[in-house]
Every structure is written in C-alpha cells, then in structure tokens.
C-alpha cells in the first residue's frame, strides 16, 4: 500500500500549498520536515483526506481518495493526530477500540475480536500499564503510544503521524520513532511523518521532504540530497552537518 | 468492577419496575399490593375479573398507569437525549434544551393557551414551535462553517430570541392564562390521558431506542470531528441522526410533560460518576435511572400536598443537591 499525490494544490487565504509530486513508499518511513508554517501538517492532512485540497488528485493503495468513502478510506490509512482531543475520560482499552469504528455498523460495538485486537495493539507499541487506566492520568509519551495504538487498530496498511515526537523527552522520541521503524520493516507498512528534529528524520526515514513556504525545495534519500546548503536554504540560518562513526548529525 | 458496584448496577436496572409497582399503589385512594397485582393481570385472566373492584381497575387503568408510563417514558427520554448530545457536542455542560427547544416549546404552548384559546391545545403548539426553534437553529448554523460550537452558539441565540417573544406574550396575557401558562412552564405529567399520551409514547420509545443501538458510536462522535473521520465516520451525518432523532424524543416528552429541567444534565452525570464514561453503559443507565427518579418526583410533587405541585420543581429540588454532592466526591470524568 501507499500513497501519491500529483499537482496537489491546497488554499486558504495566506497560504498556498503546491506540492507537484509525492510518493511515499511501502515498508519505509516517508519524513515531511521544515520551518513552522511551511504546511507540513496541512500536506498531511490533505494525504489522509482530512482537508479538501483545491487541486490534484490523491490515490491511497491504488484508489483515488475522493472514490472512497470514510470507513473504506479508514481501513486502508490510519491518521494520528498531534493531540488527541478527548472531552471524556475514556479508560486506555476503550480509547483503543475506537480504532476499530471503520469495521463497525452504524448500531455496532466491538465484539470480543475486536478487544483482542486493541488489546494486541497496546503490547505492540509497549504501552505497559493496565489498559483500564483513564487516558488523563497518562503522561504525553504514554499518549503518544495509545494513539499510535488505536491507529495500529484501524489495520491500515498505511500509517500517517502528525509531529509524533514533539514534546517527548530523547527516551520517549527514540521509542516512538523505533516504533515507526518497526512498523515499517516488519509490517511492510507505509509510514510518513511530519518531524521538527531534523536528527531523527535522517537517521530514520529513507525519503525526506523538505517544505518551506507551501513549497518543496528537496525530496529524496537522505543521502543524496542533505547538504549545508540544503539546511540554510530551508531554515534560513546556518547548520553543519558533521559525520561521527558514520552517522550524520546536524548541529545548528 | 467490584461486587458492590455491581450489586448497585443490578438494583439500578431493577429500579424503574420497583418505583413503578409502589407508585401504583400511591395516590388519595390507596391500594394495597395484594390488590394490585390480581387488577393489574385481570385483563389476562379471566377467571379473576370477578373479584377486582371496578373501581381499582379505573383508577389504575384510567388514571395511574397513564401517568406513570409517562413518568418513566420522559424520565428516560430526556436522560438518553442529554447523555447523547453531550457526547455529539463533546461537552459536558450540554443539556437537552440547548438547541431552543424548551423556549421554542414555551413561546409555543404560549401561543396556545394565551392567545388562541383553546383552537389548538398547548401540546401541539408546544412540539411545533420546539421542532420549528431547532430547525432554525440548523438552518442558521449550516454550511461550511457547521461545526458543534457554531450549532451551541446559535442555540443560545435562537433560545434568547423565543424567550423574548414569550416574555411579549406574557406582557398582554391576562392573570389566569398566565398562572396556566406558568403551571404548563414548570412541567407536570398529571395533564393527559390515554388519546393523548400514545403517539408522545410512541414517539419517545422509538427515539430513545434508536440512541440507545447507537451508543458505542456516540464514543467516537464525543472525540474532535476530525478526529471522529479520520476513524472513518461520516461525521456530519452521524451528527445530524443523533441531534434529529434527541430532538424529536425530547419535543414529545416536552409536548406532554412541559419543561421538567435538570434531567438530561443531572442523570447522566450522576452516571458517569458511578460507570465512567463509555456510553455503553452511560446511555441504559440513564435511561433507567432518568425514568424511576422522574416517578419518584412525581410521587412526591403529587402526594405531599392536597393540590399537585408542578413536578418540574421537584427534580430540581431533589436532583440538584445530589449532584452537587457527588460532584465534590467523583473522580475526573471530563476535561
């Protein structure tokens, strides 16, 4: 499964999104990076059929997105927002099980199957305490790992994650991305991520996006397109990048 | 879940039958119990329909039993709407006259009793004018901006807006329409009989039904709407199903009852408290706790004096104190 866009062309006054190609692959990590407000989420939001885009078609898993309907296009692409933004204080397990909403009839509830599924999903991601604890009491990378649960419940081939990192501690972050990864190499399944740490994205995904101003200065494997001349481009201040044991790090 | 809560929820699920056979026995012509079963079942058994009083068998049949099936009906019917618009508007605070209805319906039955006489009865009027306010609330608040906050907000406008033609009318009714008006405002269930009672009845039991089948989904309709999509809902239409359908429910039990406040607020909220938040649970408790608190109130608005006193008062009487003090001892249920 995966998802491209072709001519993709999003308005809101302001703000003008172009993006005339772009492709994420199965069974790798596709990374949208860039300064605040060069439309990372709103891309990722358009991808996952959630904003109307003005132009360009879409197509996940082979199938233009508008053919779709919300429940065909929620088994086949799993979203995880940034927050989740709940006003009830559901327990983890519930929360969990709303993942399976796009099998479910209208007056349908999750059957046993269906528990063993999110139940499956939190050991999954690690998440290690009881599953009856309300979301509330749980710490933002805790959060983090119940809602990449509940997409992993969705059984989407592709995955999308809004900023997954942002706020966590370097344990955190590391265990959210190696989760990432693993989705990717041992499930074959489609990831991209929009990412402020640009550290993460070249150690993690095969493909980056660079965006900047609603539009795409680069795109491709890490290796071949980062460069100091790239990094200043997009952010506009001056950034090294500098080998160590073969890894690449980029200090500002 | 610990046996003592579990003991609670079985009793809570008994409740509305317990409530429902001691309320038949109350009223100024008591009917001891032993009486009561042979006239409730004398229409079953033949050979019983010598030995009940013709008279038990009027009061039950004409006059306890309507009522009382009212009281549990409109108990359970506000409580499932409110419980459920909370959960479509993802806000606690929601109750099930935010849309208008309850001004709609006042201005309506207004209209009725203070102007037209009786042309066309306070019920009538009073469903009319609670749909009309709602669907103007929609009408109003559609297109690309509908979102649940733009719906609220033009709630509390449509409502300000009926509440000052009410007040208009009120300013030229005549003191005796105006003590009618005001006993129809604070809600009571003694007012109709059987011809009038089925179709509200009807009405109320379907609506409530449909919610009730619904209640999972109303889980995921209480997450952001975006949220609620990208989990592949059609939310709009899932919205719209679940504010039409507590719309109607609660405007039947407004037509015949009046304004009975609080219910929708308080019932699921002193739920929630004991079974958390999962609507599973949260929506046929509240049906069965809404319907016996209601009768209970009943009970009391009409036993406790010599004239009934408007049942309206009593459940705020009775209900708003404990739910104060649960409030203070309840773990966070919301944000």
Known sequence: MSVSARNLRYARPGFELRVPTFDAADAAITAIVGPNGAGKTTLLKCLSGLWQTAEGTIHVAGTEIGRLTDAERARRLAFVPQEHAAAFNFSVLDFVLMGRTAYLPLFGAPSPADRAIAAEALAYVGFGRPSDRPVFD???????????????????????????????????????????????????????????????????????????????IADGPPSDILSEDLLRRVYDIPMQIIDHGGRRFIVK | MTKAKRLLLFGLFLSPLVVFLFSLTLGPSHIPLSDL????????????????????????????????????????????????????????????????????????????????????????????????????????????????????????????????????VEFFAS?????????????????????????????????????????????????????????????????????????????????????IGWLGLIIPHLVRMIVGVDNRRVLPLSAVLGASLLVLADDAARSLAAFEIPVGIFTSLIGLPLFILLLTKSAKIWR
């Open chain 2, 175 to 259: 003191p005796y329409s105006l003590q009618a008006l005001f006993y129809w405002l604070m809600g009571n269930l003694g007012s109709a009989g059987w011809d009038r009672l089925v179709v509200p009845l009807a009405v109320m039991a379907a609506g409530t039904a449909l919610l009730l089948l619904m209640s999972w989904r109303l889980n995921v309709l209480s997450l952001s709407d975006e949220d609620g999509r990208a989990l592949g809902l059609n939310v709009k239409r899932d919205q719209m199903i679940v504010v039409l359908t507590a719309t109607l429910v609660t405007a039947a039990a407004v037509s015949v009852a009046g304004i």
């Open chain 1, 138 to 216: 749980l710490s933002s990378g805790e959060r983090r790992l119940v809602l990449i649960a509940r997409a992993l419940a969705q059984q989407a081939g592709i995955l999308v994650l809004d900023e997954p990192t942002t706020f966590l501690d370097p344990r955190h972050e590391t265990e959210v991305m190696e989760l990432a990864r693993r989705l990717a190499e041992e499930q074959g399944k489609t990831v991209v991520v929009t990412l402020h740490n640009l550290d993460l994205a070249v150690r993690h995904a095969g493909r980056i996006v660079f965006l900047k101003e609603g539009r795409v």
């Open chain 2, 37 to 168: 079963g042979k006239t409730l079942l004398s229409p079953l058994v033949k050979s019983w329909e010598g030995a009940v009083s013709p008279v038990q068998r009027d009061i039950i049949f004409g006059i306890r039993l309507p009522r009382l099936l009212l009281g549990l009906a409109v108990g359970a019917a506000l409580s499932v709407s409110g419980a459920s618009l909370q959960a479509v508007f993802k806000n606690p605070l929601v109750n099930e006259y935010i849309l208008g209805i309850s001004s709609g319906a006042a201005f309506g039955a207004s209209l009725s009793i203070v102007v037209l006489g009786q042309v066309f009865p306070p019920q009538i009027g009073a469903f009319g004018f609670g749909l009309a306010a709602v669907g103007l609330v929609l009408l109003v608040s559609r297109g690309p901006r509908f979102s649940p906050v733009s719906v609220l907000l033009t709630g509390v406008i449509i409502s300000a807006f009926f509440s000052a033609l009410l007040s208009f």
